[in-house]
């Protein structure tokens, strides 16, 4: 069974930064990836990052705009999305997934593949970007 604990978030003020961190286990073989997410109240749920664990390939909103980096440390078992220049619309409750490969998810899905969501979740991280 997969698990995944999320930690890192907190109250940070406009341009400024913060690293959150997802914690896996349970995971066997076979593909994996690990993505963040996150939602807003009143708003759709939105796809942040992605990485497949078996090949390191990385995968980002459209709203990221480069400020956003995400990394995967295997020895740790452990994900990380560091977060900077960050705006008061980045305010949310920030999740980490897992499942078999970040195309599953509609945002970085291969045209004409079947989409879903993704089957293992955190229970999520509060990120308040506020002066």
């Known amino acids: 069974q997969v698990q995944l604990v999320e930690s890192g978030g907190g109250l940070v003020q406009p341009g400024g930064s913060l690293t959150l961190s997802c914690a896996f286990s349970g995971f066997t073989s076979g593909d994996h990836a690990i993505g963040w997410f996150r939602q807003a109240p009143g708003k759709e749920r939105e796809g942040v990052s992605c990485?497949?664990?078996?090949?390191?390939?990385?995968y980002y909103g459209t709203f990221v705009e480069g400020r956003f980096s995400m990394s995967l440390s295997r020895a740790k078992n452990t994900a990380y999305l560091q977060m900077n220049g960050l705006r008061p619309e980045d305010t949310a409750v920030y999740y980490c997934?897992?499942?078999?490969?970040?195309?599953?998810?509609?945002?970085?899905?291969?045209?004409?593949?079947?989409?879903?969501?993704?089957?293992?979740w955190g229970q999520g991280t509060q990120v308040t970007v506020s002066s």
């Open positions: 997934a897992a499942d078999s490969r970040c195309s599953i998810a509609p945002m970085w899905a291969r045209p004409g593949s079947p989409t879903r969501d993704f089957g293992s």
């Open positions: 990485i497949n664990t078996h090949d390191g390939s990385l």
